[in-house]
């Protein structure tokens, strides 16, 4: 006669899947928290839930249509431009706030961020604290309002080519045009003028082997190209107001309706 399993002996499978539980999330957990330490070098992130304004950082190089070197710290514009149209399409974001610490890039991709920036329906502040270099400039000013850091720096200089240039007069033409673009944006966006912008792009010995101008917090207030020095807190403050206006705007567009 066979002899029949003693059931007793088997393993209580139940019992031994409730006491991995805790013990999975606890692994979990340390696995998070090892990962924000790595990230970030913290432990606690500050929670955004519930507020209404994004933050769009743009560092290191703005990355256009060639991709720079993996020890590059970039900004690349197929990662923003994303960015901005679900901004404009998401109902819960009233307010953008652009900081910038940027050596420049890229002159088309840094005018096509600007454009969109600037044809944003939602209110925009820009913040400029290290630098906003070169095509930083348009993206600077595309917001509806600017600020520098007192310590800020921008540098103005003519628009130049990498690599094989061709030798003929349609190569200063295309040059030219693309100066122009970057130009008339400035000027359409901030309050400096057109003569004291070239003057500050094409000014020689302020840069010590190239041409431009290095424009430092105050002066570039003074000139007319940001609005307000100030930080942090000065940005958010006003980017609060002009979402408060807007709101107020909306409202008396629903009761006249």
Request: charged share 15%; aromatic share 4%.
């Given at each position: 006669m066979p002899e029949l399993p003693n059931y007793s002996e088997q393993p209580n499978v139940q019992e031994e899947t409730k006491t991995n539980v805790p013990e999975k999330k606890e692994e979990q957990d340390q696995g998070?928290?090892?990962?924000?330490?790595?990230?970030?070098?913290?432990?606690?992130?500050?929670?955004?839930?519930?507020?209404?304004?994004?933050?769009?950082?743009i560092v290191g190089q703005i990355e256009g249509h060639v991709q720079l070197p993996p020890n590059n710290k970039t900004t690349k514009y197929e990662h923003l431009i994303p960015?901005?149209?679900?901004?404009?399409?998401?109902?819960?974001?009233?307010?953008?706030?652009?900081?910038?610490?940027?050596?420049?890039?890229?002159?088309?991709?840094?005018l096509a961020i600007s454009e969109m920036l600037a044809s944003l329906s939602k209110p925009t502040v820009s913040l400029v604290l290290g630098g906003g270099h070169s095509i930083g400039v348009p993206i600077a000013v595309s917001a509806d309002y600017s600020f520098i850091a007192e310590t800020a720096t921008m540098t103005i200089h003519p628009v130049r080519l990498t690599g094989l240039v061709i030798g003929v007069p349609q190569t200063f033409e295309y040059l030219d045009k693309m100066q122009e673009r970057?130009?008339?944006?400035?000027?359409?966006?901030?309050?400096?003028?057109e003569e004291k912008?070239?003057?500050?792009?094409?000014?020689?010995?302020?840069?010590?082997?190239?041409?431009?101008?290095?424009v430092i917090g105050k002066d570039a207030v003074q000139y007319g190209l940001i609005d307000e020095v100030?930080?942090?807190?000065?940005?958010?403050?006003?980017?609060?107001?002009?979402?408060?206006?807007k709101r107020k705007d909306n409202d008396c567009q629903d009761v006249m309706q």
């Open positions: 998070s928290l090892l990962s924000k330490i790595q990230t970030l070098g913290q432990t606690n992130i500050p929670q955004m839930e519930g507020s209404s304004i994004h933050c769009l950082t960015q901005l149209v679900a901004i404009e399409q998401n109902p819960k974001i009233e307010g953008v706030l652009v900081i910038l610490n940027t050596v420049g890039g890229d002159v088309e991709a840094g970057v130009i008339n944006f400035v000027i359409a966006h901030s309050k400096i003028t912008f070239k003057e500050l792009m094409f000014s020689k010995g302020n840069l010590t082997r190239d041409i431009g101008t290095n100030g930080g942090v807190g000065q940005a958010l403050k006003k980017l609060n107001g002009f979402i408060e206006e």
